[in-house]
DNA sequence: CAGAATCCAACTGGATACTG
DNA sequence: CAGTATCCAGTTGGATTCTG
C-alpha cells in the first residue's frame, strides 16, 4: 500500500501544517507532558510553566482535533477534565523526545557558539 | 561531568528557546535540505519551498549564530555563498529527519481525524 | 547572485473579565 | 475547575525596492 508522496518541501503539502503544529511551542511541552499519563487541565497548566490559559486550551483543541488526544469530561461541579494522548499522539512522543533530548544534549554547545558569535561582533 | 539539569518546562530554561528555533517551520526544511550536502543560497530558496528571502536569510542567520551552520563566501562577481551543517547541525539532523518521517507516516491519520471531527461540528 | 532595508497587513498570544 | 470571550500590544513575515 503506497502511502502518498507526502513531500513537506512542497509549500502545498500537508505535512507542512504538521510540522507547523508539531513545531508549536505548546505542542511539544503538553505531549510531552502528557507522556506519562492523562493529567487534567489545571495540572498540565502547571506543569507547562508560563503557558497562558489560552494557549493551552487552543493546542488541546488542536491535538484532539488532530486525533492525537482525547478529552474526557467528568460530569460533575466543578467539573473535572482530563487529557490522554491518544495511540498516534503516543507515536509522537518518540520523535519528540528525541528532539528535547537533543536539545538538552547541546544546549552548551549552542549557547557557546552564540556567544562567541556576537562577541565578534 | 553532570550536564546541567535542563529543563524545557521551565520557562527561563534556554531549551525553551532552543525549542523555539527547532520549531520554525524552516529551520526544519533548511536543515534537512542541507543534510545532503552544502549548497548555495539560491538552491536552497528552490528546495525550501514557500520561504521569502527575508526568512532564509533570518534562518540561515540564526543557525550560524547557533553553530549548526557555516556560511563560506567565495570573493567573486557574481558573489558564491555556501552553506553547510557544521558538526552539531548534523546531530540536528537525526531528531529532525524523525520528525519528518512521523508526519510523513502519520499525516494520513491526522487528516482523517481532522476532517470526522470537523463533520462532528 | 546574495543580500540589506523598508513598509505594513495579518496573525499571535498575553491579560483580563466573566460563566456553567 | 475549566473553560469562553474580548481587547489589544507586539511580533511575524510577505512584498517590494535597492545594492555591491
Given at each position: 500500500?503506497?502511502?502518498?508522496?507526502?513531500?513537506?518541501?512542497?509549500?502545498?503539502?500537508?505535512?507542512?501544517?504538521?510540522?507547523?503544529?508539531?513545531?508549536?511551542?505548546?505542542?511539544?511541552?503538553?505531549?510531552?507532558?502528557?507522556?506519562?499519563?492523562?493529567?487534567?487541565?489545571?495540572?498540565?497548566?502547571t506543569r507547562?510553566?508560563?503557558?497562558?490559559?489560552?494557549?493551552?486550551?487552543?493546542?488541546?483543541?488542536?491535538?484532539?482535533?488532530?486525533g492525537l488526544?482525547?478529552?474526557?469530561?467528568?460530569?460533575?461541579?466543578p467539573p473535572?477534565?482530563?487529557?490522554?494522548?491518544?495511540?498516534?499522539?503516543?507515536?509522537?512522543?518518540?520523535?519528540?523526545?528525541?528532539?528535547?533530548?537533543?536539545?538538552?544534549?547541546?544546549?552548551?554547545?549552542?549557547?557557546?557558539?552564540?556567544?562567541?558569535?556576537?562577541?565578534?561582533?
Amino acid at each position: 500500500m503506497p502511502e502518498p508522496e507526502w513531500d513537506p518541501y512542497n509549500r502545498d503539502c500537508p505535512t507542512r501544517a504538521m510540522l507547523d503544529r508539531i513545531g508549536d511551542r505548546w505542542t511539544v511541552l503538553v505531549v510531552g507532558a502528557l507522556a506519562s499519563g492523562p493529567l487534567r487541565f489545571g495540572q498540565l497548566a502547571t506543569r507547562v510553566d508560563g503557558v497562558s490559559q489560552k494557549m493551552l486550551t487552543q493546542t488541546l483543541r488542536g491535538l484532539e482535533r488532530d486525533g492525537l488526544v482525547t478529552r474526557t469530561v467528568f460530569p460533575q461541579i466543578p467539573p473535572r477534565v482530563e487529557y490522554e494522548l491518544t495511540e498516534t499522539g503516543r507515536t509522537l512522543q518518540e520523535p519528540l523526545n528525541a528532539l528535547e533530548e537533543w536539545a538538552s544534549a547541546h544546549m552548551a554547545d549552542v549557547l557557546r557558539s552564540r556567544a562567541a558569535h556576537d562577541a565578534a561582533v
